[in-house]
């Protein structure tokens, strides 16, 4: 052996032994796929008209969580997922035009531990995810874009229905592939559809992996958010489904959910936040049931997309010892965009539609209003876990209380990974997450001790075992939720001694973020 080949050994090694280097035998795969505004009761497996047969497999041989938490906001909530942090924690609660701070992110620390890390999809910062610890990423780095076209009008087209047109100067938002940014971004291809995209970028990825190396997917859809746009042949599938109205919807949704078991048993239907569907006119009824059919097959295209993922995964061997999470970023979006100089039909290119607070309270079902808030309609999401190789009890509702914190504790458990003190020469806060692997796996099953936080603008909330105080704007509300899963009787008068110990829990975990 020559000296330069034994000194490039020995250099080899060191880098080698530096990281751990996990087998494809011992170490799963992990997926973690997140949709954007989608509410609590929109899959089939949560109560569901919607077809959604991909997803629905994963929660019946997988396992559904009812009690799972997000931050009822879009960038806090993805800033908590990612760094198992609260995003007061980060710098995250009020902007989202800085670095994440004071954190290890899920693509640090999964190629700390040997991962392959790829990221697909919608980020809603202004950092690059390859400068955080993914070896791809490509996707939207800003908030909402436009489906069909994020850039400029394409020749034969009407105008791109965009946010940044109505601002001057002229905004876009940034697409990023393999790292590199652009603004605007107009793909070539009419056959552009961002939820398609973002499943071709992960699966050529997925294609190129050494066999040996498990990796890490995070796939962070844009769909069902706004503006609602869809392919007409998945429209077709819906365009007389939601002509009765919003009451016999949410009925029928709620009945299911009973029948499903993802509802406690003493639950009722909270009270209605929707118009009457009687009251409408014809015009009025025909543009409401076209848009709900528009968000219904946004969802369907979802569905159909990680049904994509799945075929892969099965094709190569890999699915049984891969686990996948499901999750939604905050509960179903009353919020109305209103762009000037958008035409056309609901559901195409030029027409940026907003679901809307009526079909947002049916998209929410059982639970009362929506994101921004903190009650249960704003920041209850479904969560499901799949793992074939490891899951024993396959079908199993768990009502264990768990927040986009957990995350992060969760995987690194799962991935065998070590927490760092420090990171790049910053101070790494320790996360407030709780591990549920146990959960997970079935190897436990154990009540949440310690209590969860919210906060988001002018709602805030604190849940200490059954007992939630909760406020958006006004004076705190007091709910038991074990009796009262869907918060319709405030129990603030009747028992003001719990509610002042929830406030001083609130107020002493507040005051190290200002956020009042």
């Not at 002229?170 to 590199?180: A, Q």
């Not at 998945?234 to 949410?250: A, H, P």
Request: charged residues 25%; contains cysteine.
């Amino acid at each position: 052996m020559s000296f330069k080949i034994f000194i490039s050994l020995i250099v080899f090694t060191a880098l080698f032994n530096c990281q751990k280097a996990p087998s494809q035998s011992s170490s799963p795969n992990v997926i973690l796929i997140l949709v954007d505004d989608m509410g609590y009761s929109d899959l089939g497996a949560y109560g569901s008209e919607i077809a959604t047969p991909n997803i629905d497999r994963l929660a019946f041989e997988g396992l559904r969580f009812t009690n799972a938490y997000n931050t009822s906001k879009c960038f806090p909530s993805r800033a908590a997922i990612l760094t198992g942090l609260y995003s007061q924690q980060t710098g995250y609660h009020k902007s989202f035009r800085q670095p994440l701070r004071n954190a290890i992110t899920l693509g640090e620390l999964f190629q700390s531990a040997g991962y392959t890390t790829l990221w697909s999809g919608k980020h809603h910062s202004t950092e690059n995810p390859v400068d955080r610890g993914f070896d791809h990423y490509s996707g939207l780095l800003d908030g909402a874009a436009n489906h069909f076209n994020p850039g400029l009008k394409r020749e034969g087209e009407g105008q791109p229905a965009q946010k940044g047109l109505s601002k001057t100067p002229i905004s876009f938002r940034n697409w990023v592939i393999e790292g590199e940014i652009f603004n605007p971004y107009t793909p070539k291809s009419k056959a552009f559809y961002s939820t398609d995209v973002f499943t071709d970028y992960a699966l050529d990825w997925m294609e190129q992996i050494e066999s040996e190396k498990p990796f890490f997917l995070y796939l962070s859809y844009t769909a069902p958010h706004d503006p609602l746009m869809a392919w007409p042949e998945d429209i077709e599938k819906y365009k007389d489904r939601y002509s009765e109205g919003y009451e016999v919807i949410r009925n029928q949704r709620f009945e299911k959910q009973k029948q499903l078991g993802v509802l406690p048993d003493n639950t009722v239907l909270s009270r209605a936040e929707h118009s009457n569907w009687e009251t409408l006119s014809v015009a009025e009824k025909a543009k409401e049931s076209r848009t709900m059919a528009v968000y219904a097959a946004m969802i369907d295209r979802l569905d159909q997309n990680i049904g994509r993922i799945l075929k892969k995964l099965e094709q190569e061997g890999k699915l049984n010892n891969t686990l996948i999470l499901f999750t939604s970023d905050n509960g179903g979006s009353s919020e109305v965009v209103d762009l000037p100089g958008g035409y056309g039909e609901i559901g195409t290119l030029t027409n940026w539609k907003s679901l809307g607070k009526n079909w947002a309270n049916v998209s929410n079902t059982p639970y009362r209003e929506y994101k921004n808030w903190s009650h249960e309609g704003g920041i209850k999401t479904p969560l499901i876990a799949y793992w074939p190789k490891q899951i024993k009890n396959k079908g199993l509702v768990t009502h264990q209380a768990v927040h986009f914190i957990d995350f992060l504790p969760t995987l690194q458990e799962v991935a065998d990974a070590d927490y760092p003190k420090k990171l790049n020469g910053n101070v790494i806060i320790p996360s407030p997450g709780k591990s549920f692997l146990s959960q997970i796996i079935g190897d436990a099953s154990t009540e949440r001790n310690d209590p969860i936080f919210w906060q988001w603008q002018h709602g805030k909330a604190v849940r200490d075992g059954n007992w939630k105080l909760v406020a958006y704007k006004g004076e705190w509300e007091l709910y038991n939720l074990k009796n009262d899963p869907v918060e319709e009787k405030n129990l603030v008068q009747e028992e003001p001694e719990k509610a002042e110990d929830l406030k001083k829990l609130y107020a002493e975990w507040a005051k190290q973020f200002r956020t009042d």
